[in-house]
């Protein structure tokens, strides 16, 4: 790999955020479109491996370097800082697949323990909790979006959602699979 190629793997590696086009290109004093360039590559170098991580193109030309989803479930609990509940994870997909939701409607749909998950989730910054009458309007951030390197759009973030989601049952149940299989 050149300097360069480097230098933008280290950058998306050490930041730990989406990083736009714009920011690389002034981390390696290059051109915008040499960066896109070497950014395919890097995507492509990723990809090509098989690996555990992933370069994203996020929207508004950010991009990111992530583990892929389906990998979080085995290993989220190494997170530093802690990785969701599960049964926050379920509320927080939940709240997005049927945004915009009120409060009042998630907890009697999924139970008073809701509000504890509502609580870490405005905490965390990945929902939003605009008052509405005597019940909270609860909606997905941006920072919900680039976390799980979804779209911001509401309408594309729950298609994406739903196909992740998918991928990531699927991925659960073949590894369920795979020890029982050993077994008999």
């Known amino acids: 790999m050149n300097e360069d190629l480097l ?5 998306l ?3 730990g955020r ?14 915008e479109s040499t960066v896109i360039k070497l950014l395919e590559n890097l995507m492509y170098e990723y990809d090509k491996r098989k690996g555990a991580l992933e370069v994203v ?3 508004r030309g950010r991009y990111v370097l992530q583990l892929k989803p389906e990998l ?3 290993v989220g609990k190494l997170i530093p800082g802690g990785l969701l509940a599960f049964s926050t994870l379920q509320t927080l997909v939940f709240i997005a697949l049927k945004q915009p939701i009120l409060q009042s409607e998630l907890i009697a749909q999924r139970g008073t323990h809701c509000y504890d998950h509502v609580h870490e989730l405005v905490e965390k910054k990945f929902i939003e909790a605009a008052p509405q009458g005597r019940s909270k309007l609860l909606t997905t951030t941006p920072l919900f979006s680039d976390y799980f390197g979804l779209d911001t759009d509401k309408i594309r973030l729950k298609a994406q959602l739903k196909h ?3 991928r990531i049952l699927d991925a659960q149940q073949a590894a369920e699979e795979k020890p029982s299989s050993r077994a008999a």
């Open 7 to 11: 230098t933008l793997e280290a950058s």
């Open 164 to 166: 992740q989601m998918r």
């Open 57 to 59: 193109l996020l929207p």
């Open 13 to 15: 590696y050490v930041a």
């Open 18 to 31: 989406p990083l736009t086009v714009e920011d690389l290109a002034g981390i390696i004093g290059k051109a």
């Open 72 to 74: 979080t479930p085995r």
